[in-house]
């Protein structure tokens, strides 16, 4: 089991930027493949992102292509999600999750994922 915590969300303007992170703690970080879902109020929670146990495979849902980043460094056993271009779109609590993968493999189901944090929640104010 991999224990995750994330941090890094607040409110920001619309056109803002936001970095969240994700630490991770309990196994071998560089055995996990890691995603960022978010869930808005009164919906369920949706993929954001997602990253290969190395980081040289990332995905991204259309709508955040182009204005969102993610990263991971493993000797660091954290996981970023760089937001920029901000809307009231993407409000929401912000999650990250892990599951063991082999290399240059990306989920992007929730079901895919075994692991959670608690979520960070990013409100984008107009």
């Known amino acids: 089991q991999v224990q995750l915590v994330e941090s890094g969300g607040r409110l920001v303007q619309v056109g803002g930027s936001l970095r969240l992170s994700c630490e991770a703690s309990?196994?071998?970080?560089?055995?996990?493949?890691m995603g960022w879902f978010r869930q808005a109020p009164g919906r369920e929670r949706r993929f954001v992102a997602a990253i290969s146990t190395g980081g040289g495979v990332t995905q991204y849902t259309d709508s955040v292509k182009g204005r969102f980043i993610i990263s991971r460094v493993n000797s660091k056993n954290t996981v970023y999600l760089q937001m920029s271009n901000l809307n009231p779109d993407d409000t929401g609590v912000y999650f990250c999750?892990?599951?063991?993968?082999?290399?240059?493999?990306?989920?992007?189901?929730?079901?895919?994922?075994?692991?959670w944090g608690q979520g960070t929640q990013v409100t984008v104010s107009s």
């Open positions: 309990g196994r071998i970080f560089g055995n996990y493949a």
């Open positions: 999750a892990a599951v063991s993968a082999p290399p240059n493999v990306v989920r992007v189901s929730r079901g895919d994922y075994v692991d």
